[in-house]
């Protein structure tokens, strides 16, 4: 028998006489919890260590500015490089596709119009979260990410993401972080 043989030798033995009715139950509740730290709480926390695109942005606007202090002093944005380095793609968004089906769902039920949810229709939809109308108004004015009054079904995802959040208990923040504006944006 060679080395690699026999692993998997050892292996089938020892589970030739394993009774497999013994092992645990899934636990549902459990794998929820754990879908919500992979999709939601872990990227958060990722998107707080500096990135190699930021190292990028840095060595672009360098190279744009000519000095380090040229676009300020010229009166321009010296974080623009970073903003069109750090676009957010499909993969980064924190929202994860189990939820954007479930959203897109609700999303379709109430009858958007040209792929848009009217304000009171979204209305009708986000008080269901029982949440205070302050809270409401600070999720709509960060979801309506081009403030035309409607949501698009990505909006709609950001703005029940965040309604779902809240009712979790997080506090909504003043800015809509970048790792849940949607890619569309």
């Known amino acids: 028998p060679t080395a690699t043989s026999r692993p998997s030798k050892n292996f089938c033995a020892a589970v030739r006489d394993y009774d497999f009715s013994k092992f645990p139950k899934l636990d549902v509740k459990m794998i929820e919890q754990m879908d919500k ?4 709480d872990v990227p958060t926390i990722m998107n707080q260590f500096p990135t190699e695109r930021e190292d990028e942005a840095r060595a672009a606007a ?22 069109a380095v750090r676009k957010v793609t499909a993969v980064e968004w924190t929202i994860s596709v189990g939820d ?14 040209d792929g848009l949810l ?17 809270i409401l108004g600070k999720i709509w004015a960060l979801s309506d990410i081009d403030g035309d009054g409607s949501l698009d079904v990505d909006e709609f995802a950001v703005a029940m993401h965040l309604c779902h959040q809240a009712m979790a208990g ?11 504006i949607p890619p569309s944006k």
């Not at 954007?100 to 119009?113: E, L």
């Not at 939809?125 to 205070?132: E, H, I, Q």
């Not at 997080?170 to 972080?177: K, M, W």
Request: charged residues 15%; aromatic residues 8%.
């Open 37 to 40: 730290v992979l999709s939601s």
């Open 100 to 113: 954007q089906t479930k959203y897109r769902n609700i999303f379709q039920s109430a009858s958007p119009v």
């Open 118 to 134: 009217p304000g009171e229709a979204a209305k009708a939809v986000l008080v269901k979260s029982k949440l205070p109308f302050e």
């Open 170 to 180: 997080s506090p909504v923040e003043d800015v809509l972080p970048p790792n849940l």
């Open 62 to 83: 360098a190279a744009a500015a000519g000095a380090s202090g040229a676009a300020a002093a010229a009166g321009g944005n010296p974080f623009d490089a970073f903003q």
